[in-house]
């Protein structure tokens, strides 16, 4: 065993221990959860933890990794949760076996985000910084208000569409409203679990840590640290970053439906698929270390958590949230925060070599 170790390099000892924190952290709060020592407030916190977790990951993919800045994350989500709650709607009575239900609705909301990924990376890739900013948080917004306006029925004669109103769907008076605009899906079947949502997380980390490391993932960075230099090798910009941009559309989507699956109705307010969440998913990917995987993890957990834990204080509670978030800012950023981390790993290795 130990000989295994030693002839692993740097990255595969890294990537194993970001698996092994996943898989340790399920197994003690599956413990706390069936020994009953947590409340059910903290026990309900899972399935958002594991949604959290999935889109700062797959956002860092493309801020971090590709070094481009998208706030449209949400409506990649969106597009996700809706497309596959109206799938598990429908087949509710026509599949009953809830996993292989759950399956294909998953797959189903990856593809069509995927697909929303390379219809709005296609334009939107050809802009930089503040520009594509503007541009992803215009598709997350256009996304949210076209399904506040979107009704749709079914009935015997098949689907019925309409942008007005229900009446405006004109169905027979057997007929089932399955999309009501602004009140959404109601009557998802709640699918999710904790354990679904870690092995997603699971699945995320695998399929993001492989591309960073893959040839892929070296051209993608190549471009994010010189665009010039990367095209001047031959490397085809415009095919690695609607790459990066796809795969983390699909992730997000993915995220997105086990959000709809946690829920029995489910609505595109500001709350939830809003400009508020894109902002709330990029803090979380800032404060754990643009481009650090497992600093995401830790940020989501932390700054989703927190409210919860400070829910006694009251009055103190959003300040001491704000603290937090000053301070791991300053943690990951100032400059002498950085020296001293540096010279405490650096004394680290100074220390085994000494050994040795």
């Known amino acids: 065993m130990r000989d295994m170790l030693k002839k692993m390099n740097k990255t595969t000892k890294s990537n194993l221990i970001t698996y092994g924190i996943v898989i340790v952290a399920f197994a003690v709060m599956q413990t706390l959860i069936s020994t009953g020592s947590i ?24 801020v971090g990794i590709l ?19 109206f799938f598990s709607k429908c087949m509710r009575d026509v599949i009953t076996i809830a996993p292989l239900r759950f399956i294909l609705a998953l797959l189903i ?15 939107v890739l050809r802009l ?14 256009i996304i949210k208000n076209l399904v506040n306006v979107l009704f749709i029925g079914k009935d015997s004669s098949g689907f019925h569409f309409s942008t007005k109103d229900v009446m405006d769907l004109n169905m027979e008076a057997d007929g089932t409203v399955l999309v009501n605009g ?6 998802t079947p709640k699918d999710s679990t904790f354990l ?23 051209a993608i960075m190549a471009i994010r640290d010189n665009r010039i230099a990367a095209e001047s090798v031959g490397i085809n910009v415009t095919k690695y970053k609607l790459m990066a941009f796809t795969v983390s559309a699909a992730l997000a989507g993915a995220a997105g439906v086990l959000y709809a699956h946690n829920l029995s109705t489910l609505t595109a307010n500001t709350n939830n698929f809003g400009y508020n969440m894109s902002i709330n998913i990029l803090v979380f990917v800032v404060l754990g270390g643009i481009g650090s995987i497992r600093g995401s993890m830790i940020a989501a957990v932390i700054l989703t958590l927190l409210p919860e ?38 004394f680290g290795k100074k220390k085994k070599e000494a050994v040795k």
């Open 309 to 346: 834990l400070l829910r006694g204080l009251s009055d103190y509670r959003m300040l001491i949230y704000a603290i937090v978030l000053i301070l791991m800012m300053l943690f990951n950023w100032s400059p002498k925060a950085i020296e001293w981390r540096e010279k405490y790993l650096s």
């Open 128 to 141: 930089r910084g503040d520009y594509l900013a503007i541009v992803t948080l215009a598709f997350g917004e």
């Open 196 to 218: 679904i949502g870690v092995i997603l997380i699971l699945i995320t980390l695998f399929i993001v840590i492989n591309m960073v490391n893959s040839r892929d993932g070296r």
């Open 67 to 85: 070094g481009e800045l998208s706030l449209g994350h949400a409506g990649f989500m969106c597009v996700g949760a809706f497309t596959s709650a």
């Open 182 to 187: 602004p009140q959404g899906i109601t009557g």
């Open 39 to 62: 409340s059910s407030l903290l026990e309900g916190l899972m399935v958002p933890l594991c949604i959290y977790i999935i889109l700062a990951v797959s956002l860092n993919l493309v």
């Open 109 to 123: 909301g990856m593809a069509v985000a995927a697909v929303f990924g390379i219809i709005i990376g296609i334009p």
